[in-house]
T-cell receptor
């Protein structure tokens, strides 16, 4: 089955700097890669996602890149703000076939933005 | 749009009792709902996949007789933790899947979670 590895487990950056979180996946059939932000005591919130037919997607300060050949994808947050502090999870799934729609999550990254 | 609610948000119960958690998609019909469990400072682990009108599919290691899932309609799924014990204390999160782009893609929307504490 799919296995998703996420690094780093913790990340501390100065406000205004950029943060990068990286994930690798094992199943070449996976074609959907969402990123979630989870604040303490709350459910995960989708912040951006990418499908395997594109290599990069951007939404204001957030961008995701995908390298299908290397089976890795990354989250980039620019101009970080204190409210970006949270735990971020990457995930992978596939739309079709055995295990379709099941999200396999990375281990999570605790991002702290220092004012 | 695409709001998923859970009830209750927090529950404390005595060991041996059963607890029911509801998951509702408020403004869309979900093709599939998923139940996850998350222990402190850990990732989300899928427990089961639930489709309306059919039996849930449980992940390996998840006891189906302990975690009863009922998916009565396209907007409601329930998880019942039977004979709860302290080790069942966790954060339970549901998600609802909806087909997008004319039925080509799926996207999951998560509920706010339910904190279960078993004394």
């Amino acid at each position: 089955g799919e296995n998703v590895e996420q690094h780093p487990s913790t990340l501390s950056v100065q406000e205004g700097d950029s943060a990068v979180i990286k994930c690798t996946y094992s199943d070449s059939a996976s074609n959907y890669f969402p990123w979630y932000k989870q604040e303490l005591g709350k459910g995960p919130q989708l912040i951006i996602d990418i499908r395997s037919n594109v290599g990069e997607k951007k939404d204001q300060r957030i961008a995701v890149t995908l390298n299908k050949t290397a089976k890795h994808f990354s989250l980039h947050i620019t101009e970080t703000q204190p409210e970006d502090s949270a735990v971020y999870f990457c995930a992978a799934s596939k739309d079709r076939g055995q295990g379709a729609q099941k999200l396999v999550f990375g281990q999570g990254t605790r991002l702290t933005i220092n004012p | 749009g695409a709001v998923v609610s859970q009830h209750p948000s927090r529950v404390i119960c005595k060991s041996g009792t059963s607890v029911k958690i509801e998951c509702r998609s408020l403004d869309f019909q979900a093709t599939t709902m998923f139940w996850y469990r998350q222990f402190p400072k850990q990732s989300l682990m899928l427990m089961a996949t639930s489709n309306e009108g059919s039996k849930a599919t449980y992940e390996q290691g998840v006891e189906k007789d302990k975690f009863l899932i009922n998916h009565a309609s396209l907007t409601l799924s329930t998880l019942t933790v039977t004979s709860a014990h302290p080790e069942d204390s966790s954060f339970y999160i549901c998600s609802a899947s909806v087909l997008l782009a004319g039925g080509v893609y799926n996207e999951q929307f998560f509920g706010p979670g339910t904190r279960l504490t078993v004394l």
